[in-house]
């Protein structure tokens, strides 16, 4: 698992100063007392906070994966339950979940915590869990090269949560399937009867 100093927007660090500005501007209008202790340092962390969360712009997901051959293995393999954090672009409000890989090697192969590295690297930034879940896929298919993916994100959005529809709780399970997943049902089942062990 890559650690948090990976993936530090310095964009966001460059533009510290103005980005604190605006957020306590934004602070103000919404009705607040921006000089209350509990605020004073709200601007400086809430830009710290974006460095890591939107630190994936910094890096090129295709590049996490570190491919190493293996002519042999060509048996589904999978990784599951890998947990990512992420940022909804309609509110930039959180959602959070796992996401689930599977894929069939054809020649290539990921490290296995690669895979999480991917995840890291395509959340950390203003998303949607559809993109999220299509984007893993390619990139897997795109450097891999591999007989099959397929990919299962569960997430959990706070802006469902805490406004409009009000549905705490309630997941939204998305997937996506690249190659020989997509013709056999056979296939999706074993990979979805195995992320249920
Ligand atoms: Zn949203």
Do not use: W
């Amino acid at each position: 698992m890559a650690g948090v100093k990976d993936y530090i927007n310095t964009r966001v660090s460059r533009n510290r100063e103005q980005i604190e500005h605006h957020i306590r501007e934004i602070l103000k209008l919404i009705g607040e007392d921006v000089n209350r202790e509990g605020l004073l340092e709200t601007p400086a962390r809430v830009t710290r906070m974006y460095e890591e969360i939107f630190g994936g712009y910094e890096v090129d997901p295709r590049d996490v994966l570190g491919v190493s051959f293996d002519e042999k293995h060509e048996e589904l393999v999978i990784v599951k339950d890998i947990v990512y954090y992420s940022q909804c672009e309609h509110h930039m409000a959180p959602f959070f979940g796992k996401a689930h890989i599977g894929y069939i090697p054809s020649g290539k192969i990921a490290g296995l915590s690669k895979l999480a590295r991917l995840v890291e690297a395509v959340t950390r930034r203003l998303q949607v869990q559809e993109r999220i879940t299509s984007q893993i896929a390619d990139i897997m298919e795109e450097v891999l090269q591999p007989h099959g993916v397929m990919v299962v994100v569960e997430g959990e959005h706070l802006c469902m949560c805490a406004r409009g529809v009000k549905k705490p709780g309630s997941k939204t399970v998305t997937s996506a399937v690249r190659g020989q997943f997509r013709n056999s049902s056979a296939l999706r089942s074993e990979f979805l009867s195995l992320l249920k062990e």
